[in-house]
Every structure is written in C-alpha cells, then in structure tokens.
C-alpha cells in the first residue's frame, strides 16, 4: 500500500462511516475495513477498478465524481478521503466543499507540482515532466489541475476549509527530512486532513 494511505489511518476513528471517492481497487476501504473497523463506501467509474473491489468485498457505486455528489444528503459520513483524485476532477475546489457537506471531515492527498524533481525536469528538459507519480505525457494524462502544496494550502483558505493535519511523502530519505521543513520544495504526495471553517 502506498504511504500515504498509511499517514491518513490514524486520522479515521475506529467505528466511523467513511466514503471514498475515486476509490479505485478498494485497498484503501479494505484496510480500513479490517484496522479501523470503519463502514466504508466507495465510489469509483472504472468497471475493472470497480470489480476488484467487489472482489475484496468493498461496497462500492459507480459514479462521476465531476458530477456532483448530490446523492449524499448533509453530514452522511464522518470522513470522506480522496486520494490522488484532486488533479483529475473539473472543479477540485467544488468537490471539496462538497466532501465537507456530506463529511465532518475530509482527508485529500496530492501529487506536489511544486516538487524540486519537477521543476528541476521543467528547467532542464524543457517539457512536461514524466515521473514515477506523474506517468503520463501532457497529451495524454488524465491530470488536468495540477497543484503546490502552497496552492492547495491557498484554495483552503479561500474556502474557509480548516486544516486539521498535513503529512508531507517523499521517497528519498534526505527529501523526507526536508519536506517537513520545505514541503512546496521537497514532498512528492501531499496528505490534508481537512475540515469546515470555524
């Protein structure tokens, strides 16, 4: 499992409801399932994607998440995660708003564009960058809003969205040490545990 699904378990409460949108193959819900004792739902449009959690035993929907979340009513959830979805969706700053009108609380992790790895690619290819979290070519990525830790932290507070918590991932051990200190510079994935403003 990817580390940062492993920073964001603590912040779930033992018990609670849990959706998560864009959940892909379920391994997330199925470990919280099992560690967290959560009631999880997730929602997901790839069929393959969609199979595979069935196959793990997650319940899940087949929905857009561009297309709103209207089928939630207020305060359906305790916590609502997004992982490596943000980047993907039409309107990010809209579906956040709406992840903390049916959740408490919401956990969103991020591939950071503001990284030094992908400036650096930038300055001396001259191109869009292809890394091991950004594999695509510009044409034909699904990745469409790209963002900084400091954009994201920026968006939050546009949006009166409190930040509860923030881990920073990087996969060298000298970056890990400096994405605490510098994390627009130095983290690969950033993780927010987020909630309404106060």
């Known amino acids: 499992m990817r580390i940062e699904l492993n920073l964001l378990q603590p912040w779930i409460a033992p018990g609670s409801r849990v959706l998560d949108l864009g959940c892909g193959d379920g391994l997330l819900l199925r470990s919280l399932m099992d560690n967290r004792d959560v009631e999880g739902y997730g929602i997901e449009i790839d069929p393959e994607q969609i199979n595979a959690c069935v196959a793990r035993g997650v319940n899940v929907i087949e929905d857009n998440i561009d297309e709103g979340l209207i089928r939630f009513p207020d305060g359906s959830f305790d916590t609502v995660v997004m992982t490596q979805a943000l980047q993907v969706l039409r309107e990010p700053d ?95 994935t950033a993780v927010y545990h987020l909630g309404r403003g106060g």
């Open 94 to 188: 809209k579906v956040l708003v709406e992840m903390l009108r049916i959740g408490r609380e919401c956990i969103v992790t991020f591939p950071n564009f503001g990284n030094w790895r992908t400036r650096a690619y930038l300055m001396f290819r001259g191109r869009m960058p292809v890394t091991r979290q950004l594999s695509y070519q510009w044409f034909d990525t699904p990745n469409i809003h790209f963002c900084t830790v400091h954009d994201f932290e920026a968006l939050c507070a546009d949006l009166n969205i409190r930040i509860l918590d923030r881990s920073f991932v990087a996969e060298r051990s000298v970056d890990r040490r400096l994405a605490q200190i510098w994390p627009n510079l130095f983290s690969e």
